[in-house]
């Protein structure tokens, strides 16, 4: 799912196109994609496009008349720019036709998991709003509050919307391992020292990859819009060395998603158990790098 720093590049690189400038029209392709009835998709034409921001993970279009347009990728969803003379692929989910040029939002795969809300007012705006904190705009003391509020391990707490904006299952591992924490510390048992190293990771890490990513769009959409990319520390990263110590990465897999770390730098040492892996190995599931290491023939 794109995090707060490909959303932030999708914003900036959509706000240069259409601020200021009129929606003529919007064709929706798939029904299912608008979550909302009232008001109308048909008020959103021939309206200015006041703003263009990000609430969380959502892209929002501010138009004339108090009207507010939420697009929310998800997994698979993505938005691509196409000149006004183009002709619109019956595959995209919808398509926002401005003076400028046309928008198109698609979706890979089966699932249609994508959403796009269309409100009047900030009062509704922000109903869609989790009501996390945005770590780029808190300071420490916002950040402890927020943080400790839930005693929850600490990959949860990263990527719950309803604590932290905008973070998910690629950044916060980059943070934790730049923080040199656990992912399966409890937010109660942290000192404030540790506190202090993970907020300043959380705003590096987002400001730095916000920045790269930008620099790799050179001002275009991202095209390549994924969660794991090769210049990342430890997400998706299982068993390849860590950049800092030579450690294989190691991973615990849950549902869809898998939390990736390092051994050496975030747990001592420890391996996390898998859960699917520690039911089935039972009390052969190696507990610290050196059974790892033995039993994969690297003693």
């Known amino acids: 799912m794109p995090e707060l720093p490909d959303v932030e590049v999708y914003v900036r690189a959509l706000s240069a196109r259409v601020r200021g400038v009129t ?30 921001r990000r609430l969380g993970k959502r892209i929002v279009l501010g138009l004339e008349d108090d009207l507010f347009l939420a697009i929310h990728l998800m997994i698979a969803g993505r938005l691509h720019w196409k000149p006004a003379s183009d002709k619109v692929p019956k595959s995209v989910l919808a398509a926002f036709e401005f003076d ?60 719950d919307p309803r604590l932290f904006s905008g973070i998910g299952n690629s950044y916060s591992d980059e943070i934790l391992h730049r923080a040199r924490l656990s992912p399966v510390k409890l937010t109660s048992r942290l000192e404030e020292e540790e506190i202090e190293r993970l907020f300043a990771a959380s705003r590096d890490v987002l400001t730095e990859w916000t920045e790269r990513l930008e620099s790799q769009a050179k001002g275009e959409f991202p095209e390549k819009v994924t969660a794991f990319r090769k210049e990342m520390a430890v997400h998706g990263r299982f068993e390849m060395p860590c950049p800092d110590c030579g450690t294989p990465v190691q991973r615990i897999r849950y549902a869809e998603n898998e939390c990736n770390y390092c051994p050496a730098c ?4 420890k391996l996390l158990a898998d859960r699917a892996l520690s039911r089935l190995l039972g ?17």
């Open 100 to 159: 400028s040029g046309i928008l198109t939002f698609t979706e890979a795969g089966s699932k249609r998991r994508a959403a796009l809300h269309l409100v009047r007012g900030q009062e509704a705006l922000c109903a869609l709003d989790r009501g996390g904190v945005e770590v780029l705009e808190t300071d420490l003391r916002g950040f402890r509050d927020t943080l400790v509020r839930e005693n929850h391990t600490l990959k949860r707490s990263l990527t």
């Open 283 to 299: 009390s052969d599931w190696p507990k610290s790098l050196t059974e790892l290491d033995e039993r994969m023939g690297r003693a």
């Open 266 to 269: 975030q747990t001592g040492g």
């Open 23 to 52: 929606l003529r029209r919007v064709r929706l392709q798939n029904p299912f994609l608008l979550r909302t009835a009232v008001p109308p998709m048909k008020e959103t034409e021939g309206k200015r496009v006041r703003e263009v």
